[in-house]
């Protein structure tokens, strides 16, 4: 059974950075789409990053790009989201997700995911 923890969550200011880090076990497939998300209440999950664990493509959600950056270390089964230039909405609960994958181009798009972690909130403060 595939689990996923994320930490790194916590609150920064206005324009600094965090790095949120998932960590994946119980992983049986050659390689996975790994995902990252957010979500405020009231909203629709909304996708943030998404990359493949063998090399590949990374795609990001135009509110991100340039800013955050996801990446995976394959020798910890683990996947980052370096986020910069933090701004007041970016604030957050930001969710790991995986699927197992034969193809190298993955989306952030959440009903592609099967695998989810429980969150760690993110909060932007100016």
């Known amino acids: 059974q595939v689990q996923l923890v994320e930490s790194g969550g916590g609150s920064v200011q206005t324009g600094g950075s965090l790095r949120l880090s998932c960590e994946a076990s119980?992983?049986?497939?050659?390689?996975?789409?790994m995902g990252w998300f957010r979500q405020v209440p009231g909203k629709e999950r909304e996708g943030v990053a998404a990359?493949?664990?063998?090399?590949?493509?990374?795609n990001y959600a135009d509110s991100v790009k340039g800013r955050f950056t996801i990446s995976y270390d394959d020798a910890k089964n683990t996947v980052y989201l370096q986020m910069n230039s933090l701004k007041d909405e970016d604030t957050a609960v930001y969710y790991c997700?995986?699927?197992?994958?034969?193809?190298?181009?993955?989306?952030?798009?959440?009903?592609?995911?099967?695998?989810w972690g429980k969150g760690t909130r993110v909060t932007v403060v100016s």
């Open positions: 990359m493949y664990t063998s090399g590949g493509v990374t």
């Open positions: 997700a995986a699927a197992p994958s034969a193809l190298s181009y993955c989306r952030e798009v959440a009903y592609e995911y099967m695998y």
């Open positions: 119980g992983f049986a497939y050659r390689a996975y789409c």
